[in-house]
C-alpha cells in the first residue's frame, strides 16, 4: 500500500515512464545532429588546410556525410 502511494497506480506509472522515454529519446536525437555538425564543421575546416592526403581523406568522409542527408 505504501509503494502504490509513493508511485502511484500501474497506469500513471506507465504514463511516466512513456512520456519519460519520448523526452529521452528527442533528446538522443538533437544531441547526435549537434555534434555531427560540430564534427563536420571541424572537418571542413581541416578540408581547407589543404594537407596532402588528409585532406583528400576527410574529403570524402565529409562527402558521404552531406549524401546521407540529402
Known sequence: EQ?????GTKKE???R???AGVFRG???GLGVTIVSAIIIYFL???VR???PG??????DIVEIV???NR
Not at 509503494?3 to 508511485?7: F, S
Not at 588528409?54 to 574529403?59: D, L, S
Open 66 to 68: 552531406e549524401g546521407m
Open 44 to 46: 571542413q575546416k581541416l
Open 13 to 15: 506509472i506507465a504514463k
Open 17 to 19: 515512464n512513456f512520456i
Open 3 to 7: 509503494l502504490v502511494d509513493i508511485l
Open 54 to 59: 588528409i585532406g583528400r581523406f576527410i574529403n
Open 49 to 51: 588546410l589543404n594537407l
Open 26 to 28: 528527442i533528446g538522443f
